[in-house]
T-cell receptor
Framework: GAGVSQSPSNKVTEKGKDVELRCDPI?????LYWYRQRLGQGLEFLIY????????KSGLPSDRFSAERTGESVSTLTIQRTQQEDSAVYLC??????????????FGEGSRLTVL | AQSVTQLDSQVPVFEEAPVELRCNYS??????LFWYVQYPNQGLQLLLK??????LVKGINGFEAEFNKSQTSFHLRKPSVHISDTAEYFC????????????FGSGTQLTVLP
């Protein structure tokens, strides 16, 4: 498609279960970002992928969070043993290599996660 | 650490009235500033950006923002709003010039009333 695609759009899970969120970036965008948006708060950076370089995981809040990306395509964000505080909208964005453009990220619609 | 403050979480305004959404950022050597807009049930999209040059930046849909270095502000303005401008607006700051880690404000919900 033309834009960043995320799935599922909504996910309700029970505390302690694992969840997987998927992001399909815009074709040709080598940079991919995951953000978390809690209710009433700004976007919180989680992880950044750029091509085949080692990802920047500095924003991941705990070792329950992990993300993978295959080449320059789909990325999955996995949250293990979910907790209620993990409830948020998880946003994925992609962009051209960060050295070529500055700040223009293309966002998906987000995956809303609710942990009961 | 960088920080971005959006002083108003909610701004209600009547249609055709002017609006200003306020944003302040923490000072840094390099300053790259952005406004993103999120319409209901849509992803964020870039509204405008300041990278260098003129301090008055024009964006899509009639919005503009002014970079004020001395006040570390980047307020967003529109002289006459429409119902369709109802959305959440996010200010963001990047001091690295590489978009690795944009710092976002907490957002301002603009509601345009008929």
């Amino acid at each position: 498609g033309a834009g960043v695609s995320q799935s599922p759009s909504n996910k309700v899970t029970e505390k302690g279960k694992d969840v997987e969120l998927r992001c399909d970036p815009i074709s040709g965008h080598t940079a991919l970002y995951w953000y978390r948006q809690r209710l009433g708060q700004g976007l919180e950076f989680l992880i950044y992928f750029q091509g085949n370089s080692a990802p920047d995981k500095s924003g991941l809040p705990s070792d329950r969070f992990s993300a993978e990306r295959t080449g320059e395509s789909v990325s999955t964000l996995t949250i293990q043993r979910t907790q209620q505080e993990d409830s948020a909208v998880y946003l994925c964005a992609s962009s051209f290599p960060s050295g070529q453009t500055t700040g223009e990220l293309f966002f998906g619609e987000g995956s809303r996660l609710t942990v009961l | 650490a960088q920080s971005v403050t959006q002083l108003d979480s909610q701004v209600p305004v009547f249609e055709e009235a002017p609006v200003e959404l306020r944003c302040n950022y923490s000072s840094s050597v390099s300053v790259y500033l952005f406004w993103y807009v999120q319409y209901p049930n849509q992803g964020l999209q870039l509204l405008l950006k300041y990278l260098s040059g003129s301090t008055l930046v024009k964006g899509i849909n009639g919005f503009e923002a002014e970079f004020n270095k001395s006040q570390t502000s980047f307020h967003l303005r529109k002289p006459s709003v429409h119902i369709s401008d109802t959305a959440e607006y996010f200010c963001a700051h990047d001091s690295s010039g590489s978009a690795r880690q944009l710092t976002f404000g907490s957002g301002t919900q603009l509601t345009v009333l008929p």
